[in-house]
């Protein structure tokens, strides 16, 4: 079976190779760095061996409780934010129909998702939506205090118990939080809520393997099983000892670190089908959050093509040169549909007669490589043999590992997020939170100078 493949060649001309080949000592210096918990945020990687750590019988577990609840459901509200709900998302979308219809005509329910957002407007109208539907709701929270899951998770539970009594409601809500902290804990300990732990030691971002992106992804009719075994294929391909030109995600962490410190300080990720958008979102968080901080960092950008070349493609081939891009292609769909031949050719589209969708698309995927290469983007590329359960593994796990790798090669610590708070700590104590008097009384005098007028 073929496995996820990295081509860097169309980097080379931007940075010597020379210079590229002093990342294999530095690469593997970092994995063993990571393999053996010495390096900074060494407490957060219970990740690392996951794939290969998940028993069967914390699978079949999810797997039950998402069949019983499936039964009852039509719809499966998914509350969380951050890494507490991209990672399920990414896969969910990915594998999905489009148009919402049902996977090899089994009845799964539809999948939604809140607490991403304080949106008056989204909560309104999720909850006109599900007033006449058969639902249940997952919350998910690591800390279990986060401000927008808690605001959405008690708008849907008020609304779960009125429709259904506080007993049944009760029956058709599950958490997934730590194990002894948060009020979400508490919440579903008094209230008997079935429940799943998010260990102490991974990440709301590096937490897909975990029933935070395995609950989701189950219910919506996916094969978690084919997704660890992927994501253990690559824990495999990446571990201590591979010889760096052989271990993907050293190449990738080594490809963006040597661009990076070169010049380009923004990374696109592109990719040519729309289902991978949210793939992308789940990759900007896992990047960002990892990387950006003590004032370094690349700026993780996402575009869909072709649909962005018509927008965003612009600014990428003739825009300010401080950009390299990163394609996901995807070598072959999963649906067969070739372009017609007429009679008249009226559209002049002929020439295109009897070629497959897909093979436009490859073209416009070339075409545009070279084009953006020739413009002065650097081109990393990475091809997935299809877009399933077990690729997606494979993609999320090495995407993951390299991110580790990148960090340490930044010399950040890519498991913290110390920069979220600053946006919290304004909101409290503009909402006037108990224990935040001082801050608030600060905040306002602050906005009060802002707005009166200067001496004349
Ligand atoms: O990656 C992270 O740690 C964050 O994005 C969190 O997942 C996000 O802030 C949500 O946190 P919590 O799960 O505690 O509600």
């Known amino acids: 079976m073929k496995n996820l493949d990295i081509n860097i060649s169309n980097v080379f001309p931007f940075i010597s190779k020379d210079r590229f080949e002093e990342y294999d000592e530095l690469t593997s210096y970092h994995i063993h760095q990571l393999h053996q918990r010495k390096g900074k945020g060494a407490n957060f990687l219970g990740w690392l061996d996951l794939p290969s750590n998940i028993t069967g019988e914390s699978l079949r577990e999810i797997e039950e409780v998402a069949s019983e609840l499936n039964k009852k459901i039509d719809v ?33 329910p539809k999948m939604v ?13 999720l909850v006109d939506f599900l007033d006449d539907k058969s639902y249940a709701i997952t919350v998910i929270s690591k800390s279990g205090t986060t401000t927008e899951p808690a605001i959405a998770f008690r708008i849907l539970r008020n609304h779960l118990e009125k429709k259904f009594g506080k007993e049944e409601a009760g029956k058709r809500i599950v958490a997934i939080t730590s194990a002894d902290r948060g009020a979400l804990r508490d919440l579903a300990d008094d209230r008997g809520y079935k429940s799943f732990v998010i260990p102490d030691d991974v990440g709301g971002r ?9 609950l989701p992804i189950v219910q919506a009719g996916f094969d978690i099983r084919k997704l660890v075994d992927g994501a253990r294929k690559m824990e495999e391909m990446t571990r201590p000892g591979t010889p760096f030109w052989e ?10 670190n040597a661009l990076y410190r070169q010049s380009p300080k923004t990374e696109i990720l592109a990719n040519y089908n729309p289902k991978l958008r949210y793939l992308a979102e789940w990759w900007k968080q896992l990047y960002g959050e990892s990387e950006g901080k003590e004032k370094k960092g690349i700026f993780p950008a996402s575009v869909t093509f072709t ?7 612009q600014y990428i ?30 559209d002049q589209l002929n020439f295109l007669a009897g070629k497959r969708i897909d093979e ?19 081109n990393i590329l990475i091809n997935l043999p299809e877009l399933n359960e077990y690729y997606l593994g494979q993609l999320m796990y090495f995407f993951e590992k390299a991110c580790a790798i990148s960090g340490y090669l930044m010399n950040v610590n890519p498991f913290d997020q110390p920069g979220v708070e600053a946006y919290k700590n304004n909101m409290f104590a503009l909402l006037r939170k108990p224990g935040m008097e001082e801050e608030t009384e600060m905040i306002y005098k602050r906005l009060k100078k802002k707005t009166e007028k200067p001496d004349m």
């Open 76 to 108: 499966m509200v998914v509350v969380g934010i951050g890494g507490s709900y991209l990672g399920a998302k990414a896969v969910i979308d990915a594998l999905s129909n489009t148009f919402g219809m049902a996977i090899n005509g089994r009845p799964f």
């Open 113 to 125: 998702f809140a607490g991403q957002n304080i949106s008056e407007d989204y909560l309104g109208e």
């Open 206 to 214: 590096y937490s897909l393997l975990t029933p935070v992106g395995m």
């Open 247 to 256: 271990n993907p995600s050293a190449i990738y962490a080594a490809a963006r």
């Open 307 to 313: 649909t962005d070349l018509h927008s965003m493609g």
């Open 317 to 346: 081939q003739e825009g300010e040169r401080n950009l390299f891009e990163t394609v996901i292609s995807v070598l072959h769909p999963q649906r067969e549909v070739c372009i017609p031949r007429e009679e008249n050719d009226d």
């Open 360 to 378: 436009v698309n490859k073209k416009a995927e070339l075409g545009t490589m070279l084009a953006h290469v020739d413009g002065g983007v650097p």
